[in-house]
């Protein structure tokens, strides 16, 4: 995430750019709720511009039908900043970007261990087709004596894995 | 703090028409193909090929959608009138898609020479002048990788499968194969889409780099594509003119947001 304020921006639209940093860390990606958007690594730019405080999402997928969701939350939890004078943000835009594709390089070390915590693959990395190939870890045991039963999971960003260590099903979160 | 990101320009005006056109040809695409082929969600032949299939139409409509957006954002409209609100001759898609589903060996037959010619399109516009598209396509492709890999996994397979699965195989290449060349049928106002660099190579290139593409594929499986349909490579019929299985489709898609326009969902 990429934070900017304009050269004439006051002190303090630095600390106002702290809160919404932490604002937008707290909050989940709704189809994995344990990942924050932030460590997910959609959030790509935040800036403050003569009181306008712009926040640029990247979508995983785009079709992804939870964008909408996230951008209006991200509307929503950023509010209270708008609607307090003395912070000089007087309106907030949260925009859709293409300008750099997600990528599974953009999940935080922080967000890989949360995703595997919860019972998901991290994305490997490399070369992204080759991936598909080759075994994922498995977030149970850590074994690679693991099968790809389906390129297309549940929800766009995920597949369908089978572990043949310990016999348990699991999930990774796709490269976009 | 890296450098501040530049905001993504609009679309040249001046190139109104020509890059609607573009834009809506891709859009209409997308949605056409993806619409019919969700048709097959819980009906699919098997449930892990389901929820394949359901995804891959979803990607098709995510795409359809950011096209439908860039073009409402051309000519200060909304994505979903566009989609939604056009009687269905004013509808720019190509004649592959513009056929009903079918069968199974259908759908993926139309599926696989659709992506094949999709990513010859994408990936000259990759390089295209209008920046929100280029960036837009950098995306779409990294998508469509997943759906070229399912959709010639589909081909072998059924190409290998002597017996009914060939037999219906051949029979769809036979039908919708003289049409699969209009996707990458000039437009009629390619001329100045060329010179501006919005469309940076012309259908005419984009035809012969699609030829080199598949005919060895196919020809590895003893199949070949038939002859082009004269439409198909006609730049006023190519996107018009379309079957009794479209106007079904448009009927149905049309139909939930023709009972209220004005309903906020």
Redesign the interface.
């Known amino acids: 995430m990429t934070v900017e304020v304009s050269p004439a921006a006051s002190p303090t639209a630095f600390d106002v750019l702290g809160s919404v940093r932490n604002i937008l860390a707290s909050i989940a990606d709704p189809e994995i709720p344990a990942i924050s958007i932030v460590d997910l690594g959609i959030v790509r730019d935040v800036e403050l511009v003569d009181g306008m405080l712009q926040v640029e999402l990247l979508p995983t997928y785009i079709g992804c039908p939870a964008l909408e969701m996230i951008r209006a939350t991200v509307s929503e939890r950023l509010d209270p900043i708008r609607a307090d004078p003395s912070s000089g943000v007087r309106q907030v835009l949260v925009t859709i970007s293409y300008a750099e594709p997600w990528t599974a390089e953009r999940i935080s070390p922080a967000g890989r261990a949360a995703l595997r915590a919860s019972g998901f693959a991290p994305p490997e990395a490399g070369p992204r087709l080759l991936t598909l190939a080759r075994p994922a870890t498995c977030p149970y045991c850590g074994s690679r004596r693991t099968i790809l039963e389906n390129a297309f999971g549940p929800t766009r960003c995920r597949s369908i894995h089978y572990c043949t260590a310990c016999r348990q099903p699991f999930e990774q979160f796709k490269d976009g | 703090?890296?450098a501040?990101?530049e905001r993504?320009p609009g679309i040249e005006p001046g190139l109104g028409p020509a890059t609607r056109e573009l834009l809506l040809a891709l859009a209409d695409d997308d949605f056409v193909l993806g619409f019919a082929d969700s048709e097959w969600t819980g009906i699919a032949p098997h449930l892990?090929e389901d929820?394949?299939m359901?995804?891959?139409a979803?990607?098709?409509?995510?795409?359809a959608?950011?096209y439908y957006r860039l073009l409402a954002d051309l000519v200060s409209d909304d994505p979903d009138r566009i989609a939604y609100d056009r009687p269905a001759e004013a509808f720019r898609h190509n004649r592959l898609v513009d056929h009903g589903r079918g069968d199974w060996a259908r759908t993926m037959v139309r599926r696989w020479l659709y992506d094949t010619a999709n990513a010859i399109r994408l990936e000259a516009l990759a390089e295209s002048t209008s920046r929100?598209l280029a960036?837009?396509v950098?995306?779409?492709r990294?998508?469509e990788?997943?759906h070229l890999?399912?959709g010639e996994a589909w081909l072998d397979r059924l190409a290998r499968h002597r017996g009914e699965p060939r037999r219906r195989l051949v029979e769809a290449i036979e039908l919708v194969g003289p049409d699969a060349p209009s996707v990458l049928t000039a437009l009629p106002s390619e001329a100045v889409l060329i010179d501006s660099g919005i469309q940076p190579v012309p259908g005419a290139d984009l035809l012969a780099r699609w030829s080199a593409r598949i005919e060895p594929v196919l020809a590895g499986l003893g199949l070949s594509l038939p002859a082009a349909s004269p439409a198909a490579l006609d730049p006023d019929t190519a996107r018009s003119g379309h079957g009794a299985a479209f106007n079904r489709l448009w009927t149905e898609f049309s139909s939930v947001r023709a009972l209220d326009p004005e309903a906020t969902w």
Not at chain 2, 58 to 63: K, R, V
């Open positions: 703090m890296t501040r990101a993504p892990e929820v394949a359901s995804s891959m979803q990607d098709e409509l995510g795409h959608s950011a929100p960036e837009l950098v995306k779409v990294r998508e990788s997943y890999l399912h």
